[in-house]
């Protein structure tokens, strides 16, 4: 991500605009990385996130809610008990690295004023929030929110009561300071066949991969190596232009989505690399961007999070079934013997009385073959003909009644793993949380996951979470998102003339067009459904998807069979393109 030393001067001023002169009511500790400091100024309450994970650190105003724990971590405590009541008198970086410092004007346990700091190290998984305070003219660690002992980093420790050390520089130049000659020299000595843009990264000091692009990009230098350009000025120049915009504060927060809508990176002044290949989204803050960009990923990683346990079940019943059907296969092909043994007990029975009473075998003429052939036929000495024959009915029919038994078990489990199909295929179209509760519900009803009161209440209303859609021209269509969405739109709502859309030979939704009787809908109409059940499939990413449509009075559904499970009659195939509908 591109938190680097611009970001954190552009929020440096932004925090100093917003919460300097702010007094701290509140602290809390919503995650292990993660600390909120609620503050009231003359703008009213605002909420301060300084977050120190791996992957988001960061810090910024939010608006976003987080749920705490009963039981306040340490460092939250120790926060609670040195800065509530506390006012923030500054907010600063330090040169030009991903440090931030709050200032805050406190009160020591005699009562006398003391200046107290809070400092967010930026630093992707040696990220770290560290509580110090000054005392002659030093500032010295009073807690962490990560302690780093001797074990764990030998160039710098932070440990209570040590002196608060900036995190080890990485021998890079500070971009603020640099020169047009110093520049130059630093391109002539850099490796001749390595990029433009590594070039900037490997040499200064705060500058992320996307920036380092982009200032290769604004010079014309963009994928060239040192070699190729023909002039390093522009390079130089280029860099100046980043500068200025430091220097004169011109910050920009914008945010870089994929066309599908999901954000993959962010920067404080506008990005032209894409060119039109990607989304921009300029915001009125970079707190306001920050909400944007990491809550659309920390719900996704909290919907992940809630599915994992799912996926994990519908995994493992799988599997099960995988190794249980060619188990049943393998039983099943073993009871073709059994009219081999109905034969050799009509033939011992035919022959009787031409059998000796105790014999290893016999020989006896096939008289159900057209050549009547003699054929042999192993015997128990220790038994009589007429006991052999007994014996080999009693194989028969306990293999026609194992076959009988086993043929059902494995209909039933090809039946079962064709709705897990379905359910798994369901999972990866999630959208939100409602579909996050279907499924789970569904689930639970079907017995794979504990049932609970949310299962319940879902169980009675199937219909929460199905879209109410409409085609160009007005008609209107549902789109069911599980198997319980799937039958109750088609067994409960579907009037016998509507239209039903569902995609062919594979897992998805149900799709109902609404329809009077004698209406003629038009072709639009049904094109626009047909791409709905495609793009509610697992051939959303296809093309020219086989959809099969028909009348809701030609569906019916088995009894007994699983949820979303149907069959139909007298239908019609159109084929198109998977296109996501508009909801009312």
């Known amino acids: 991500m591109a938190f680097d030393a611009g970001m954190t001067a552009a929020v440096c001023r932004e925090l100093q605009e917003t919460v300097t002169g702010g007094k701290i009511e509140k602290i809390y500790q919503p995650s292990a990385d993660e600390l909120v400091l609620l503050c009231r100024g003359r703008g009213g309450s605002k909420k301060i996130l300084l977050s120190a994970s791996a992957s988001s650190a960061r810090a910024c105003l939010t608006e976003l809610s987080r749920e705490n724990p009963k039981t306040p971590p340490m460092f939250c405590m120790q926060l609670r008990k040195h800065l509530t009541g506390a006012t923030i008198s500054d907010v600063r970086m330090y040169g030009f690295e991903r440090v931030i410092e709050i200032e805050f004007s406190a009160?020591?346990?005699?009562?006398?004023?003391?200046?107290?700091?809070?400092?967010?190290?930026?630093?992707?998984?040696?990220?770290?929030?560290?509580?110090?305070?000054?005392?002659?003219?030093?500032?010295?660690?009073?807690?962490?929110?990560?302690?780093?002992?001797?074990?764990?980093?030998?160039?710098?420790?932070?440990?209570?009561?040590?002196?608060?050390?900036?995190?080890?520089?990485?021998?890079?130049?500070?971009?603020?300071?640099?020169?047009?000659?110093?520049?130059?020299?630093?391109?002539?000595?850099?490796?001749?066949?390595?990029?433009a843009e590594k070039f900037i990264l490997d040499t200064?000091?705060?500058?992320?991969?996307?920036?380092?692009?982009?200032?290769?990009?604004?010079?014309?230098?963009?994928?060239?190596?040192?070699?190729?350009?023909?002039?390093?000025?522009?390079?130089?120049?280029?860099?100046?232009?980043?500068?200025?915009?430091?220097?004169?504060?011109?910050?920009?927060?914008?945010?870089?989505?994929?066309?599908?809508?999901?954000?993959?990176?962010y920067c404080f002044y506008p990005v032209k690399q894409y060119g039109e290949t990607v989304n921009i989204t300029?915001?009125?803050?970079?707190?306001?961007?920050?909400?944007?960009?990491?809550?659309?990923?920390?719900?996704?990683?909290?919907?992940?999070?809630?599915?994992?346990?799912?996926?994990?079940?519908?995994?493992?019943?799988?599997?099960?079934?995988?190794?249980?059907?060619?188990?049943?296969?393998?039983e099943l092909a073993e009871c073709d013997e059994m009219e081999t043994f109905k034969l050799w007990g009509d033939l011992i029975t035919a022959s009787i009385y031409m059998l000796n009473k105790k014999a290893a075998f016999c020989e006896v003429t096939n008289y159900y073959s057209e050549n009547l052939e003699t054929i042999r036929i192993p015997l128990d000495n220790k038994l009589m003909p007429s006991q052999n024959a007994a014996r080999y009915y009693k194989k028969y029919n306990k293999l026609k009644k194992a076959k009988e038994i086993l043929t059902e078990q494995i209909l039933k489990a090809e039946d079962e793993l064709s709705y897990l199909e379905s359910v798994e295929e369901a999972m990866a179209r999630v959208e939100n949380e409602e579909d996050i509760i279907g499924i789970r519900a569904e689930l639970a009803i079907s017995g794979y996951v504990s049932r609970n009161q949310t299962a319940t209440k879902q169980k009675d209303k199937p219909e929460r979470g199905i879209h109410r859609c409409q085609t160009s021209l007005g008609r209107e269509f549902f789109v069911g998102k599980n198997n319980m969405q799937n039958d109750y739109l088609t067994t409960k709502l579907a009037k016998k003339s509507d239209w039903w859309f569902h995609v062919k030979g594979g897992h998805g939704s149900h799709v109902i067009m609404t329809c009077d009787i004698g209406e003629d809908?038009?072709?639009?109409?049904?094109?626009?459904?047909?791409?709905?059940?495609a793009y509610y499939s697992g051939f959303r990413e296809g093309e020219n998807v086989a959809v099969d449509y028909t009348e809701v009075r030609n569906v019916k559904k088995p009894s007994g069979s699983a949820p979303g499970k149907v069959v139909y009659y007298t239908n019609y195939t159109a084929y198109v393109s998977p296109a996501k509908p508009t909801e009312d």
């Not at 346990?109 to 400092?119: H, P, S, T, V």
């Not at 560290?130 to 420790?157: H, I, M, P, Y």
């Not at 280029?238 to 809508?261: C, D, Q, W, Y």
């Not at 809908?521 to 059940?533: I, K, L, Q, V, Y």
């Open 282 to 330: 300029e915001f009125p803050s970079f707190s306001a961007m920050f909400d944007a960009f990491f809550g659309a990923r920390e719900r996704a990683a909290a919907m992940r999070s809630r599915m994992h346990d799912m996926e994990t079940v519908v995994s493992s019943a799988k599997a099960k079934l995988a190794r249980k059907i060619p188990q049943l296969t393998k």
């Open 107 to 195: 009160f020591d346990e005699m009562g006398f004023a003391c200046k107290k700091f809070l400092q967010t190290e930026i630093m992707g998984k040696y990220s770290n929030l560290v509580f110090t305070e000054e005392k002659n003219g030093e500032k010295r660690v009073l807690g962490a929110l990560k302690s780093v002992d001797f074990t764990t980093s030998s160039k710098r420790q932070v440990l209570a009561g040590m002196i608060y050390e900036l995190p080890p520089s990485q021998d890079k130049t500070n971009p603020l300071t640099e020169n047009a000659a110093h520049f130059e020299a630093a391109v002539t000595s850099y490796p001749k066949e390595r990029l």
């Open 521 to 533: 809908p038009d072709a639009r109409d049904f094109t626009e459904a047909a791409a709905a059940a």
């Open 204 to 265: 200064f000091q705060g500058i992320s991969p996307l920036v380092a692009r982009e200032i290769a990009y604004r010079a014309g230098a963009l994928g060239k190596t040192i070699g190729e350009l023909q002039r390093t000025d522009v390079l130089w120049h280029s860099l100046k232009a980043f500068r200025e915009r430091i220097f004169e504060k011109e910050f920009t927060p914008v945010m870089l989505s994929h066309e599908n809508g999901a954000p993959f990176e």
